[in-house]
Every structure is written in C-alpha cells, then in structure tokens.
C-alpha cells in the first residue's frame, strides 16, 4: 500500500529536518486515510502557521494554509458551508494551544466535527527554539536559557474539560496505534483531538541533551504506559496513552442544520 | 505462515535524509546506511516483511514490497 497517491511528489524532499517525528504524522495520517478509504475529493486539510503546519503543502486533497493559531477557524469555515467534508487539522503545540488556544477551546467546546492532530514537539522549532506552552518546568530554550519556568498543559486534560468528544493521545514511535487513533478520529462524528508526541532533535533533543531522533523515539517507549496501566501506578511520572474520551454529543454542524429545517418549516405554514 | 512474504525494498534515495530511525528500530537489522549516509538493504534475506520501516520513515522514503500469502 503506497502512500504516494496522496502526496504531492514535487514538493519532496520536504523541509523537516533529520528524523522530524512530523513526517511520520504525515506518513500515519496518509495511511489511515488510505485505509479508510474517502474519497480525495472529500478530504480538506486546514493547518496554520510552522513546521507541523507544512503538512498542507505536502498532501494532495483540498488544502488551505493559514493564519498561525486560526486553522480552526478556517477549517470551522470549510465545514459549516459543506457539512459532508471530512477536515482535518493538523496543528503544533504552539499554534494549537498558545496563539490558537481560543479557536481550540472553542471548537471543542461547539463539539463541530473535524479531527485536530496536535503535533506536540514541545518546542517552536522553525522560528528557532522558543518555548511553547507545551515545553515544560525544567527544560532549554533559546527563550529559556536558564531552564523553563512554565508548567505544561496536559493536551488531554484541556481537551475533555473543553469539550471535545474523542481525545487521544499517542506517540511516533507508536505508528500503529497513531493510524488507528487518526482512522477513529476521522470516523468520530465530532471534535476529535489526537495529540502525537512528536520529536523536534534539532531544537528540543540537542538543547535537552536528549540525543536524535532515535533517542527522543526509545525514550517515548520509555515514557509512556498505556491508560490506566500498573506500571502508571507504580511511578507517576509516566504518560499515558491510548483513548481518553470517546462519547457521544450533539454535532455542531447537524444542531445548526435542524435549526434550518424547523425555521423552513415554520414560514411554509 | 506469516501473513505475507517479503519481496523487495522500493527505496527512494534521495528523498532519505539518513535520521537512522529504520535502521535502528529494524527488528532484524535488515538496514544500513551508507557512505553519503542513505539507507541500503543490506542484509535481505533477514527481512520479515514487518514493514515498521516502512510506517516509521519520516521521509516516506521506503516502502516494502510484499506478497500477501494465501491461507493454507
């Protein structure tokens, strides 16, 4: 199974760097939707602004690169006008939840349905290193030369306290289950989350003494536990990974279209 | 029987940019790299069609030729 049908050859090689864990997203991503078979023709990526965002560029479906933070809101755009698109965002941690947190709060919140795959590198990597929200106490930045003094948010957590009705999370050593989760996310009729720790060695791994690509990827096996695992128990410390939140709510998309069809109705009469 | 036999590597060489991380995670050692640091098979007869180097690389470099096997 080939995933060069959905790419845009003549953008190749991309811009990521050595071992970028963004170009595996892009590789799992393309093979969920080669699995699920859609259509190219119903498929809209919306990505805003940094490396996660090149993502647009690189796929051949329907595609809008746009302002940094404001995917969502474009992409909130897209579907309200054509409900039968499926659109997937797929976003970095500083454009998601720092210049876009709103927008992500927010769709969430309306639970409309698309698939936001936050691309969590830790890091803002093509500016040049700065710390995002999602770098975390203790850690080197060029904006944090000291060590960083922020606490993190918890993807996860922000998600399901907003609203969101499917959250997962997983890593890039992990491609199976990353497949998975991006098929589930597109079925889920709803505001689905996938965050994907994704390794960033040029400007999070050497500043944190991590190693490359291939260290950063043995340490997210390390790290991480499956929900509610013992070894979780045991230290703390850990990640978890797999489906925190799969639920059934109202689609923003389809209460707005009943509004529609009952005011249509009413003027008949 | 595993569920598919291997064939053959369809590499693309100079979309690899030699990040090691199918080499390394290869469960059987199957890759190198080479000198100008671009992936190789090295050792084919190794390969058990697993495919993770395949799904791993970030550069979309790789892809594994398989044959599915029929079900005895």
């Not at chain 1, 996660?52 to 302002?67: C, E, K, N, P, Q």
């Not at chain 2, 060489?13 to 992936?39: A, D, R």
Request: one cysteine or more.
């Amino acid at each position: 199974m080939s995933v060069k049908k959905f790419i845009r050859e003549r953008f190749f090689p991309h811009i990521w760097c050595q071992g970028c864990g963004h170009g595996i997203v892009l590789n799992a991503m393309l093979r969920a939707l080669s699995a699920l078979g859609i259509s190219k023709n119903e498929i809209v990526v919306v990505s805003g602004i940094g490396c996660s965002a090149r993502i647009s560029g690189y796929v051949d479906f329907h595609t809008l690169h746009t302002l940094h933070g404001r995917a969502l809101a474009f992409a909130t755009g897209v579907k309200m006008s054509l409900p039968g698109l499926n659109v997937i965002v797929p976003m970095g941690d500083g454009d998601a939840l720092a210049i876009g947190g709103n927008h992500f709060i927010h769709a969430a919140r309306r639970n409309i349905d698309m698939t936001a795959i936050v691309m969590n590198n830790r890091i803002y990597g093509m500016t040049g290193g700065q710390f995002s929200p999602l770098t975390g106490y203790g850690m080197k930045a060029t904006t944090a030369p000291y060590k960083n003094i922020d606490h993190d948010f918890d993807i996860a957590e922000l998600s399901r306290a907003a609203g969101a009705s499917y959250v997962a999370r997983t890593t890039t050593y992990h491609v199976q289950q990353l497949t998975e989760m991006i098929k589930e996310a597109i079925l889920h009729d709803g505001f689905s989350v996938v965050e994907v720790l994704s390794q960033c060695p040029t400007n999070f791994g050497r500043r944190n003494k991590m190693g490359g690509a291939v260290e950063m990827m043995e340490s997210y096996k390390s790290l991480t536990t499956p929900i509610g695992s013992k070894a979780k128990q045991e230290n703390p410390a850990l990640i978890e990974r797999g489906v925190f939140v799969q639920r059934e709510l109202p689609e923003y998309c389809s209460e707005y279209n009943a509004i529609i069809e009952k005011l249509k109705k009413g003027t008949e009469k | 029987m595993a569920k598919f036999t291997y064939k053959a590597h369809d590499i693309q060489q100079e979309w690899c940019k030699g990040c090691g991380i199918c080499v390394h995670f290869c469960p059987k050692k199957v890759l190198e790299l080479n000198e100008k640091n671009k992936v190789f098979v090295a050792h084919p007869d190794k390969c058990i069609a697993c495919r993770m180097c395949e799904f791993r690389c970030p550069d979309l470099a790789i892809e594994v030729i398989v044959e599915k096997n029929n079900d005895p």
